[in-house]
């Protein structure tokens, strides 16, 4: 059965840090990967997603890498705003190409 | 084009009635996915369902909770003889194509918010 952890549970900076989210599954046979982003009271936002056969996908400010043999990834972010603040989910799809999602990352960027 | 959409946003319940949950998935879209996110946990697929059909239901508790596709209309996700331990948010999500498939993306609604008193 596929775990996913999330590191930090809660991260809090200031405008314009760059910042790196983690995370870590146990069944390294994925089929892909996906970051969402989550804001209070809303949705999902799929912010990038990563085939088993690619190691990372870039989208403007933010950049995703995957280590399958490790069994990582991460969500970098550069130059972070205060609109980036929101809770940042980690998902994993193995064969049955359902997601397993992690409890995600709850980020605060403060002006 | 408009995307998933779910009804009600939030809806109150008490113990032992009925809850309905409605999820009209993207124009196009012939999948649904249905998750449940209990407060501090993350997102727990439910079932998976195509027009008509349920192809995966490994989420789904065996009592009390039912879905379905129908060839019209929205999905519904049913809760029978609700208790306190269902209140959570419940999310809807739609793609064009089979999971595991070039057009699996899912693309998710707001969700409903569960409160049962």
């Known amino acids: 059965k596929q775990e996913v952890t999330q590191i930090p549970a809660a991260l809090s900076v200031p405008e314009g840090e760059n910042l790196v989210l983690n995370c870590s599954f146990t069944d390294s046979a994925i089929y892909n990967l996906q970051w969402f982003r989550q804001d209070p009271g809303k949705g999902l936002t799929s912010l990038l997603l990563i085939q088993s056969s690619q190691r990372e996908q870039t989208s403007g400010r933010l950049n995703a890498s995957l280590d399958k043999s490790s069994g990582r990834s991460t969500l970098y972010i550069a130059a972070s705003q205060p609109g980036d603040s929101a809770t940042y989910l980690c998902?994993?799809?193995?064969?049955?190409?359902?997601?397993?999602f992690g409890r995600g990352t709850s980020l605060i960027v403060h002006p | 084009n408009a995307g998933v959409m779910q009804n009600p946003r939030h809806l109150v319940r008490r113990r032992g009635q009925e809850a309905r949950l409605r999820c009209s998935p993207m124009?196009?879209?012939?999948?649904v996915y249905w998750y449940r996110q209990l407060p501090e946990e993350g997102l727990k697929f439910m079932v998976y369902l195509q027009k008509e059909n349920i192809i995966d239901e490994s989420g789904m508790p065996k009592e009390r909770f039912s879905a379905e596709f129908p060839k019209e209309g929205p999905s519904i996700l049913r809760i029978q003889q609700v208790v306190r331990g269902d209140s959570a948010a419940y999310f809807c999500a739609s793609s064009a194509g089979l999971a595991g498939g070039s057009t699996d993306t899912q693309y998710f609604g707001p969700g409903t918010r569960l409160t049962v008193l």
């Open positions: 124009k196009g879209h012939s999948h």
């Open positions: 998902a994993v799809a193995g064969g049955s190409y359902i997601p397993t």
